[in-house]
């Protein structure tokens, strides 16, 4: 009997024991304990539970909460237009490829061993196709056959009095400066005119870049009010250099957004205003009256300085006719040619010159916000014999 009793204590000892094993066991794998106890195990952590959103306190009666503080927009990085003289050298590279055309067409013809009747027709016509227009044609023709008969016609003779007589003929001696500087310590007022679709507002744009990278201040007024894409272009040209931009609601008066624009820039004393205008043509007499309230309301502020016509130098002739309307409608002082880079037609320079009595003094070579430059009648010519 007491064989029995202790074989039965022993196995209830032996089960104890290995149920407290058990539960140790279990206890270290739940706190990723190795069972030989050791630290040197990395578990991988649990993900972190969130903590429930805390709510704000009720505001206390009569007691008004601050709104959210919104983050400040950063100011948009101003751009710095290209300098004159880079835009010059441009100039060359880009008529050179647009207008070589003419200049290699009438060195071909003026190298021949024979200048034939026929010879100087081909001339003629050469250049009538350029657009240069027939009175400067005849002029041209005239005098190169007098040069030549007198002064040989070998490749090298052609080409200097080719050049000299190009030169001669697009008027090196004409004032080609912007006036963009007024008196009294007033600001320059330059009014923009054109037609539609000639690249007027764009041109103001790219005018006011050419001012900013001569660090003088412009305000813009943008008193083209019969579209509202004109506007808003505008305001992105002006952004872009930092310049302001005077607006009124769409279907303004032009004239009082013009009127407020150099105000403004009278108060403010800054260097040159320059205002953007309609350039509707559906009839001449209602254009004339809407430009002339314009400019007749500006010079109660100050003086205009400086009236710009922007024609498309793809429209050859159809240029021409808008030259001869604007001209009789206010007094340009300056002719802005766009697009010649896409025109090999670049005899328009001269036409219009003759037209109107007044210089080229800008011209567009492309698409660029900095693809406006002053007009080099020795720059155009050599660009014309490549």
Do not use: C, H
């Not at 972190?48 to 306190?57: G, V």
């Not at 412009?218 to 083209?224: F, S």
């Not at 003086?303 to 001209?327: H, K, W, Y």
């Not at 003094?361 to 014309?384: H, I, M, N, T």
Request: glycine share 12%; net charge negative.
């Amino acid at each position: 009997m007491g064989d029995w009793l202790y074989l039965i204590i022993g196995i209830a000892v032996v089960g104890v024991l290995t149920l407290v094993g058990l539960v140790t066991s279990a206890g270290r794998r739940r706190r990723g304990v190795p069972p030989g106890g050791g630290t040197d195990v990395i578990t991988r952590p649990e993900a972190p539970t969130e903590a429930p959103p805390t709510e704000a306190p009720p505001a206390e009666a009569g007691v008004e909460t601050a709104p959210p503080v919104e983050a400040a927009p950063e100011a948009p990085t101003l751009e710095r237009p290209e300098s004159t003289a880079s835009r010059l050298v441009r100039l060359r590279q880009r008529l050179s490829r647009s207008q070589g055309t003419l200049g290699r067409g009438l060195l071909a013809l003026l190298s021949r061993d024979r200048l034939d009747e026929d010879t100087w027709e081909s001339i003629e016509d050469t250049l009538l196709t350029a657009d240069i227009g027939v009175a400067p044609t005849q002029q041209l023709v005239d005098r190169l056959r007098t040069r030549l008969r007198v002064e040989g016609n070998t490749a090298s003779d052609a080409r200097e009095v080719l050049r000299e007589e190009l030169i001669a003929l697009v008027d090196p001696d004409m004032d080609r400066r912007l006036q963009v500087s007024g008196t009294d310590g007033r600001p320059g007022v330059v009014l923009v005119v054109g037609v539609n679709g000639a690249g007027k507002t764009t041109t103001v744009g790219k005018i006011a870049r050419i001012l900013v990278a001569e660090d003088r201040t412009v305000t813009l007024g943008a008193a083209d009010t019969f579209r509202a894409a004109a506007v808003d272009q505008l305001a992105t040209w002006g952004e872009r250099v930092g310049v302001e931009v005077v607006r009124g609601p769409e279907g303004s008066d032009p004239a009082s957004v013009a009127f407020e624009a150099v105000k403004q820039g009278v108060e403010q004393g800054v260097d040159t205003v320059i205002v953007d205008t309609a350039g509707r043509l559906q009839n001449k007499a209602g254009l004339m009256d809407e430009l002339g309230k314009v400019k007749r309301v500006i010079e109660k502020q100050a003086p205009v300085t400086e009236v710009l016509l922007v024609l498309d130098a793809t429209t050859g002739q159809n240029g021409m006719i808008q030259a001869r309307v604007f001209s009789e409608i206010v007094d340009v002082t300056g002719i802005v040619l766009t697009k010649l880079d896409g025109s090999a037609k670049g005899g328009i320079v001269v036409a219009v010159q003759r037209e109107l009595g007044v210089p080229v003094k800008l011209v567009g070579l492309g698409e660029g916000a900095d693809d406006l430059a002053p007009f080099d009648s020795g720059a155009f010519v050599d660009a014309l014999l490549g």
